[in-house]
């Protein structure tokens, strides 16, 4: 099979013929005041001035609205999530031959901006309860070259940090957390993102809050690393300090400042974006809500299945369903996850959905000499997992339920009929 550079979509978001429930198409509906708020950043003020587009009081604002959120000392937008990510890369000082710690199942972008700099990429195994990285493999795997640990909360599910730190501290390694997927997710009541060294959030368009399609956030704790940011976010432009006798002599500002030994990078958010964001930031809880609700009537509706579990969630943990993953055990009926999604997508009508895939299965990762990997767990569930159709943004705004009964109706209708 030829492979071409357009995206295609197996999971063909929208109406698919043939299909009782599909994908959702995953796009942000604006309310009213959302929209205002990107307009007012797109008109003239009462002087006839235009508001400034990037970097001013919008990004000031929502960088602030976000830490006062996620509870953290700093917050910096940026473009998106792997950049995001490419920062705490930056920050961690990662140099060809370090070795950094990546669960295998998680998204690609949390362990290419790594790799990128050159990094080894170790790949962790997954707990085979939380279904995020273990502790304990990721402890087997430090070596004298291990750098990072990059915990990712994916699905939702926060990552057993109160066990990681520890170790991470007793090893002196930098903590990571990739929290693209895991807004208002936290553990004892503090938001993941704050536990270790960075935290990274993304609000691409697929993610539960937005800021216009592409969109990111950088956290983090340390005075001196929030003071280096902003120069390394915008290719190292700072202001001069103090007066010159010419302000325009050497230039009208610095590139130099605060990069140590580090190339700078322009991962800059627009003003319009921010805007948005600092108003999106007001749904989350409640959109996440009625997650948490759909989630409890699933795992009601299909308690008694045996062959279907779920993830479980670590103590104090606030899991917020960000997709819809499930795992099928039909090995006492000899059957497998494969044989349940040719029965629910075809006789049932579902359009199901295998979320991710383990990294070292990719050929990049192959082809960059990462395809080694030891991790029985995730190797053996990953064959049995699945998702339903899902969209973290809610595809039920009336709250009827339908599509999760039917779901649920037909996901259990197939479970039965797959035990003969
Ligand atoms: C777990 C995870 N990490 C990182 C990213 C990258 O986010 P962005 O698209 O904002 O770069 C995503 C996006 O899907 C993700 O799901």
Redesign the pocket.
Known sequence: MSKVAKLSDPSGRGKVAGYDVTFPTMQHRYTQEEIDAVVKVMTPNDDGEMPGQTQGKYLEQFEKDFAAFVGSKYAFGVN???NA?KLAAIFCHIKPGDEVIIPGY??C??AIPFGDLGAKIVWADINPYTWTIDPDDFERKITPKTKAVVC?H?LGIPCDMKKIMPIARKHGLYVVE?C??AMDCTIDGQHVGTFGDFGCF?F?S?KTMTTLG?G?MFICQDDQIAHNVPGIRHNGLCAYQGERERYWVPAMSCVDEFLEDRWPQNFCLGEAQCALGSVQLKSVYSNNEILRAQDARIRAALADLPEISFPGIVEGGRYVVHQYVMHYDGSAYGKNRNDLLDLLTGKYRVRAIVQYYPLYRFPLFQKKGMGAYDCPVLDKWWDDSFSFPWWCGVDDPEGTNEKIDLMCERLRAAVLELRG
Do not use: F
């Open positions: 998106n999530c792997t990510l998680t998204y972008a949390s990712v994916l990739d693209a997927q993304s691409h697929a592409e990111g």
